[in-house]
């Protein structure tokens, strides 16, 4: 089955640039989201095929997909943003939803 | 606004079966696929099941399998997951899901807690 890899956590200072990735074979193939999700609360999700953005989510989160990186993108990060947050993927090969294992993010 | 609210879990021992019940509001649950995604305890997110607008396809995780049945009421705008010979690894928090398109999870209910436990 299809393997989504992603760093444990991640670590920003405030205003500053958060990147997260999600590593899997030839991905850059594959429509990517990305979901966040804070303690005692349901996954959010935050970008879409790629790099859209639902209604209501800021500019700051963008995405990016290539080769067999994926790349969540948080600009000018809040304390607000301190969260988890998977990649995942539809697997078409075995029609199935794959999660990525999440990363946490800390707000310095 | 678009609601999902799962109901059904609670305490049950190794062998047991419970059924979840996901019940919508908001928009026309006949239009959407939707999916079973559960969390155990200080883990990550799982994803278990799909079943297509009109229950005609479905798909389940290799560790839910043969175990499992995801089904669908249209009439009643519900998604219902039946779990059969449950495990102490099944003690999660279950998420029903809409799906919208090339799998991405754009509406999610608020999750039941299944604990399987003697």
């Known amino acids: 089955s299809y393997v989504l890899t992603q760093p444990p956590s991640v670590s920003v200072a405030p205003g500053q640039t958060a990147r997260m990735t999600c590593g899997g074979n030839n991905i850059g193939s594959k429509s990517v989201n990305w979901y966040q999700q804070k303690p005692g609360q349901a996954p959010v999700l935050v970008v879409y095929?790629?790099?859209d953005r639902p209604s209501g989510i800021p500019e700051r989160f963008s995405g990016s997909n290539s080769g067999n990186t994926a790349t969540l993108t948080i600009s000018r990060v809040e304390a607000g943003d301190e969260a988890d947050y998977y990649c995942q993927v539809w697997d078409s090969t075995s029609d199935q939803r794959v999660f990525g294992g999440g990363t946490k993010l800390t707000v310095l | 606004e678009v609601h999902l609210v799962e109901s059904g879990g609670g305490l049950v021992q190794p062998g047991g079966s419970l059924r979840l019940s996901c019940a919508t509001s908001g928009f026309t649950f006949s239009d959407y696929e939707m999916n079973w995604v559960r969390q155990a305890p200080g883990k990550g997110l799982e994803w278990l099941s799909y079943i297509t607008s009109t229950g005609s396809t479905i798909y389940y995780a290799d560790s839910v399998k043969g175990r499992f049945t995801i089904s669908r009421d249209n009439a009643k705008n519900s998604l219902y997951l039946q779990m059969s010979s449950l495990r102490v690894e099944d003690t999660a928090i279950y998420y029903c899901?809409?799906?919208?398109?090339?799998?991405?999870?754009?509406?999610w209910g608020q999750g039941t807690l299944v604990t399987v436990s003697s």
């Open positions: 899901a809409r799906e919208r398109d090339l799998g991405a999870l754009d509406y």
């Open positions: 095929d790629d790099s």
